[in-house]
Structures are given as C-alpha cells and as structure tokens.
Nanobody, 128 residues
Framework: QVQLAESGGGLVQTGGSLRLSCAAS????????VAWFRQSPGQERDFVAT????????MIADSVKGRFTITRDNPMNTVFLQMHNLNPADTATYYC?????????????????????WGKGTLVTVSS
C-alpha cells in the first residue's frame, strides 16, 4: 500500500522554525517528484515548494522564498521542508504529494490537481 506520511508539524511562536518530513512507504520516492502544499481553513490549497526526483531542481513559492527550503534524502525515502522565520500567515495544514512528472509551472495554477499520491497532512500553527 502506497503511503505518504507527513510529520514535524506543531505549535511554534512567530520567528520560529520547523522541519517537516514526508516519508514514503510502498513506493520508491526517488522515482517521483515531490511537492508541498498548504491549506488553511476556508482557504484554497496553495503550492509551497517542489523538488525533482534527484533533487537537482527546486521551486519555491514567492510567499515563502528565502524562508523555506525543500530537500530530499532518497535513500531514506523522505523529503523535507525546512521552515524558518515563521509567522501566523504560515499557519496551515501542510501536505506532501508525489508526481511522476515534474510540472512546477502547473502546481501553483492547478493547486496540486493531478498529483499521483497525497499524504494526510501535518498541522503547523504559528502563534503571534
């Protein structure tokens, strides 16, 4: 059974940092490109960051550029989202998703529609 499992969310103060993990089971994550999305209650899902299969290409949303970094450890079958200088606007449930194709130009436009696999999300809450 294919599963993506996010972890690392929690409550943090403004200016704090968190590192989210997306661990895969039932599939070889190195054969997939991976993206992070986030969604706040009542809001649409937004693209956050994406990384290619081998980690050679990344794209970060303008809203988090300079604060968030996406990396991957293929032997560990895991992708990470390092988040620094968090603020209340970053409060959301964060989801990772895997895609057989690398389509960063579409992830923001389609808000993740068409991704092959999704995790269930991890909640990040940033207090002011």
């Amino acid at each position: 059974q294919v599963q993506l499992a996010e972890s690392g969310g929690g409550l943090v103060q403004t200016g704090g940092s968190l590192r989210l993990s997306c661990a895969a089971s039932g599939l070889t994550l190195s054969t997939f490109h991976v993206a992070w999305f986030r969604q706040s209650p009542g809001q649409e899902r937004d693209f956050v960051a994406t990384i290619s299969r081998n980690g050679g290409m990344t794209m970060i949303a303008d809203s988090v550029k300079g604060r968030f970094t996406i990396t991957r450890d293929n032997p560990m079958n895991t992708v990470f989202l390092q988040m620094h200088n968090l603020n209340p606007a970053d409060t959301a449930t964060y989801y990772c998703a895997a895609d057989r194709l690398y389509r960063p130009s579409l992830y923001a436009k389609r808000r993740g529609d068409g991704m092959d696999y999704w995790g269930k999300g991890t909640l990040v809450t940033v207090s002011s």
